[in-house]
């Protein structure tokens, strides 16, 4: 699957500009630690993953995760992002874990860049540029703020990868800053 026709089925079922915002973040979040962890020659796919992972939120939230994973197959899409892709809802719709290191990284870190895109808007500057870890710290122990984005999981998905939450919010951070449209 090309970039182009990932993205032309992620637009048949997502209009929301927040829902296609949010998958190009993932997508470059996805690029930049396919590079990051040794990846390089799966960035692309890594960034499909990454594009395509909440295909099926915006029409069907109640069966995030699993309605996607028929869409997909329908569409012929590559098993291995069906099943990348559904793994980010391990725990939560679906019981497929995540095992490769790809899955692990899409599962930490998709409701963390979130957080930190709402902790951002609350900044004077509005930008991750400037944020410190510090910052998004303080906001992950604030329950009531960004309360849609599940501490629990984004603490599960450290675990899976044997990372701190502090690493955690680093290295996507610094993920985050690589997507050249992010403020």
């Known amino acids: 699957m ?4 990932a993205w032309e089925l992620l637009t048949k079922y997502n209009q929301e500009q927040f829902h296609l915002y949010h998958a190009r973040v993932m997508e470059g979040v996805m690029r930049y630690f396919a590079e990051k962890e040794g990846f390089a020659d799966e960035k692309e796919f ?11 939120f915006e ?4 069966e995030h995760c699993i309605r996607q994973q028929q869409i997909m197959k329908e569409h012929g899409v590559d098993p291995r992002i069906i099943r990348a892709t559904a793994s980010h ?10 095992e490769h290191r790809m899955e692990k990284i899409l599962y930490a870190a998709d409701e963390l860049t979130g957080l930190i895109g709402a902790a951002a808007l609350m900044r004077p500057s509005k930008s ?7 910052s998004i710290r303080k906001k992950f122990k604030t329950p009531a703020f960004a309360a849609g984005c599940s501490r629990e999981v984004i603490q599960r998905g450290a675990d899976l990868l044997g990372w701190s939450l502090d690493d955690l919010f680093a290295e996507t951070l610094e993920a985050m800053r690589s997507v050249d449209f992010i403020p």
């Not at 029409?59 to 109640?62: D, I, L, S, V, Y």
């Not at 991750?128 to 510090?134: G, L, P, Y």
Request: glycine letters at 8%; proline letters at 6%.
């Open 46 to 56: 890594w960034g499909i993953v990454g594009l395509l992972h909440d295909l099926d």
């Open 2 to 5: 090309t970039r182009q026709e």
């Open 59 to 62: 029409q069907f939230p109640q």
């Open 89 to 98: 809802g391990w725990a939560i719709t679906v019981d497929i874990q995540p």
């Open 128 to 134: 991750i540029r400037d944020m410190e870890v510090k």
